[in-house]
């Protein structure tokens, strides 16, 4: 019978060279274990830890990876000695035989609730054989939203979008982070000289401009722009009088401007494309790059004359057709509440996109979640939620009062486990260093344990405690986290 050893080294060299998260390999573990009909084995992330700490597999963002390219011979040879489970002449049958099993037990769950309550026939019915909605003309499929997901930093913004995206085609989204330095010609597009045996100057499209056109090829399919960030950039200057395209048209509004007056009865924008347009002739043409296909659709490129027109379900764009958001690209962003931002967000601005808190706080229900809870911090015994929620309990009380109290709180994922183990260097350099450099900078003498006077003296007394100290000891009130280990409310 394998080991856990074999078991966690045969997931590795299974999805070699790929980031593998903690709760990928305890729940391919387990699945292992079921298959082979083998006893659960304890912690599958303390063994992944223990394969890192002897150098054959490396942390990366709080994932473990292994990379027979990257580590010496020997390693790879002692690696690769470990029985390999996923060759056992049986696992692909009895893997089979198992899946039946489940399905088997997931049809006598089905049957037992009809049996229970026949009314849940049509519901499994319409499940089973969802009815086929009849097509609209000129109606488009898709409803865009806009909105700025806030919070704490670390409270996972942009993880939540990632999730939600995750199914979504690399092509159907394109991601860009706002910073100072950003400028509208880099977002929408500037004309840049090329170097082809000569030098032109040509059109080269901004993240917003490619992102609009693969929408007006493909009307059929569903977009998205993510802007990270967007409170630290002047958003305003950025998107510049494309701002006026974020105004979308309701459910039976309808608009006709904007077009060549000789089209003007035909192109008429309903629900979901912008109320109003600008004028953008650079845009205008590399949106017109494309290749009419047979079947009527377009294949997108770069190069070349644009074409004439292209036909957009009952739109007709062509030279004279003004620039605006089809209802098939939405629009999602990141934004801290109250950061140390530089810019800030104007009403204007706000009122164009939907709103939405991502709430700090632990869901135990999400096994992602609970193993970012139970993360212990080193060798403490303390683990990653019982010092969130004291910590940020501190926070709030020493800070009351002031404004960016709220910002200045932990994320429940400020810093990420490696294995189920948060590292003493990763803790001291990030949140220590956080907490003294920022959060607590006025109130250091309140928070801190007396003799240490500077941020080298915090780490060094965390990462190499003293004879007779313990690693929590840098804090003065650490009875207070004692205590509240022993009893913590989340």
């Not at 869901?363 to 993360?375: F, G, I, M, R, S």
């Not at 002031?402 to 490696?418: A, C, H, I, M, Y």
Request: net charge negative; aromatic share 12%.
């Amino acid at each position: 019978m394998p080991t856990a050893p074999d078991v966690v080294s045969s997931i590795f060299r299974k999805y070699e060279k790929q980031e593998l998260s903690p709760e990928f390999i305890r729940d391919e573990s387990n699945n292992i274990c079921d298959i082979l009909e083998i006893t659960r084995y304890g912690d599958p992330g303390r063994t992944a830890r223990m394969f890192a700490e002897q150098g054959y597999v490396a942390k990366v963002n709080g994932t473990c990876k292994y990379d027979p390219d990257a580590i010496p011979l020997n390693k790879k040879c002692e690696f690769e000695k470990y029985e390999y489970v996923y060759g056992y002449q049986n696992f692909e049958n009895s893997k089979k035989r198992m899946e039946k099993r489940k399905i088997d037990d997931l049809f006598n769950q089905l049957k037992r609730l009809v049996d229970e309550n026949p009314e849940n026939q049509d519901y499994l019915n319409n499940i089973l054989n969802p009815i086929k909605q009849p097509e609209h003309h000129n109606a488009c499929p898709h409803t865009p939203t806009q909105i700025i997901y806030y919070g704490v930093p670390g409270c996972g913004k942009s993880n939540k979008i990632r999730e939600d995206l995750k199914n979504l085609p690399e092509k159907n989204k394109v991601r860009v982070v706002f910073h100072p330095e950003y400028s509208n010609a880099e977002f929408i597009g500037q004309i840049l000289p090329k170097v082809n045996g000569h030098v032109t100057y040509e059109f080269t499209p901004g993240p917003f401009t490619q992102i609009i056109k693969r929408a007006y090829l493909n009307p059929n399919e569903q977009f998205y722009l993510v802007i990270e960030e967007i409170n630290r950039g002047n958003a305003a200057a950025i998107f510049g009088d494309t701002f006026q395209l974020l105004d979308r048209l309701k459910a039976g509004e309808t608009d006709s401007l904007g077009n060549d007056p000789a089209n003007a009865a035909v192109n008429t924008f309903t629900e979901g494309w912008s109320q109003y347009f600008v004028q953008n002739d650079d845009v205008n043409a590399y949106i017109r790059k494309a290749t009419k296909l047979d079947d009527g659709s377009y294949q997108e490129r770069n190069d070349g004359e644009p074409i004439e027109e292209i036909k957009i379900k009952e739109i007709h764009f062509n030279a004279n057709t003004a620039i605006r958001l089809p209802p098939n690209l939405s629009i999602l962003a990141t934004m801290n509440t109250s950061d140390q931002n530089v810019f800030t967000l104007d009403n204007a601005f706000q009122r164009r996109f939907d709103m939405e808190l991502v709430r700090n706080e632990f869901d135990l229900t999400k096994p992602a979640v609970n193993a970012q809870y139970e993360a212990e911090i080193d060798d403490t015994g303390i683990k990653w939620g019982q010092f969130w929620g004291w910590i940020n309990a501190k926070i709030t009380a020493t800070l009351k009062g002031l404004s960016s109290t709220e910002d200045k709180r932990l994320g429940v994922w400020f810093v990420s486990n490696v294995g189920g183990i948060i590292d003493d260097k990763v803790f001291a350099e990030k949140v220590l260093k956080f907490l003294w450099d920022d959060v607590f900078k006025f109130k250091r003498p309140q928070i801190f344990a007396d003799g240490i006077d500077t941020l080298e003296k915090l780490i060094n007394s965390f990462e190499k405690p003293s004879e007779g100290k313990e690693r929590f000891d840098v804090f003065k009130d650490k009875a207070s986290l004692v205590a509240f280990v022993a009893s913590p409310t989340l």
